[in-house]
């Protein structure tokens, strides 16, 4: 009897070291799961960032040059591969970022193809009411907020924790 006591005993205890070793497994799979998602995002919101400043700058150069009277085909090639770049980068993000971050982005979307939109009118001729080089610069002026906003979702998402010492200004 003690015999039989003695193998249940060591059965039972087998039981439990494999029961907690795959509780184990499965926690550690969970987690570098989570952390695969979480960099799979931050690669994803870095590429988002740098295509949405770059054609930024690019309709900056390409506004620069209507004024300046020398739009070349350097220039709007530069323009047309940014845009197209963050276009690539928004569709990215529409698989991959929670609705608050998508919101800010199609804020900043929005802003930025109505700017493009403005630039192309100005460089054609084919301007509407209110168009004008001095109505694309203030409107350049006000994408940071959007930007700001923008940045700021992607940071909480990603848990960055918010200094009191932040600068939030990303005009670099």
Known sequence: MTSLYSQRTALRSR??????????RQEEHERAQRKAVLEQRRACYVALNIAIRRHR?????FLHAIQRGQ???????????SRRLYI??????????????????????????????????LESGATREGDSLEAAFKHGDQFWSH?????????????VPKSSGDQDDDRV
Do not use: Y
């Not at 739009?71 to 323009?79: G, K, N, S, T």
């Not at 979307?109 to 700017?115: A, C, G, I, P």
């Not at 930007?147 to 848990?159: C, F």
């Open 88 to 121: 690539e980068r928004h569709a990215e993000a529409q698989m991959t970022a929670p609705d608050d971050v998508l919101s800010a982005a199609g804020a900043v979307r929005e802003h930025l193809s109505t700017w493009f939109g403005l630039a192309k009118r």
């Open 71 to 81: 739009v070349d085909d350097d220039v709007r090639d530069e323009l047309e591969e």
């Open 147 to 159: 930007n700001k906003r923008l940045r700021s979702m992607m940071r909480t998402d990603l848990g």
């Open 15 to 24: 039981q439990q070291e494999f029961e907690l070793g795959r509780a184990q």
């Open 57 to 61: 700058a690019a309709i900056i150069d």
